[in-house]
């Protein structure tokens, strides 16, 4: 006994779908870098408040580079460093790494789910 299976394709949605990709995922990679950054500045020791306002998100187009540099009166990228890591004489006081850990348990899955809801809308 033989059994035919066709799939019947009624519209092309790869259109509306592509549009969808295109559109979100900006968003989704942008969101996701802000909360990296929200949650660092969280964690950020304060002694003068420059470390903590120096974490910054630059980039565009799903390229997004969340760093604590000198840019808006932040601290110097060494001094990042040096809390981040620790010294000889310093002991670390991490904050991006731990920052990026708790974003990526608490909103990565959130930022993906609202992501793959605008394109299953577009292929509907």
């Known amino acids: 006994m033989s059994e035919d299976v066709s799939i019947h394709v009624t519209k092309n949605h790869i259109p ?43 980039g565009s187009d799903a390229h997004y580079e969340v760093s604590a540099s000198s840019i808006d009166g932040g601290a110097d990228r060494e001094y990042a460093a040096y ?8 002991h670390a006081q991490p904050f991006m790494k731990p920052g990026y850990e708790e974003a990526k348990a608490a909103d990565l899955p959130a930022k993906l789910a609202e992501y793959v809801a605008a394109i299953e809308r577009a292929a509907s």
């Open 16 to 58: 509306q779908v592509i549009e969808a990709i295109q559109t979100h995922d900006d968003n989704c990679v942008k969101g996701f870098a802000e909360a990296v950054k929200e949650k660092a500045q969280a964690k950020a020791p304060v002694r003068t408040g420059r470390l903590r306002e120096g974490i910054q998100v630059n």
């Open 83 to 90: 809390n981040e890591y620790g010294t000889r004489r310093m």
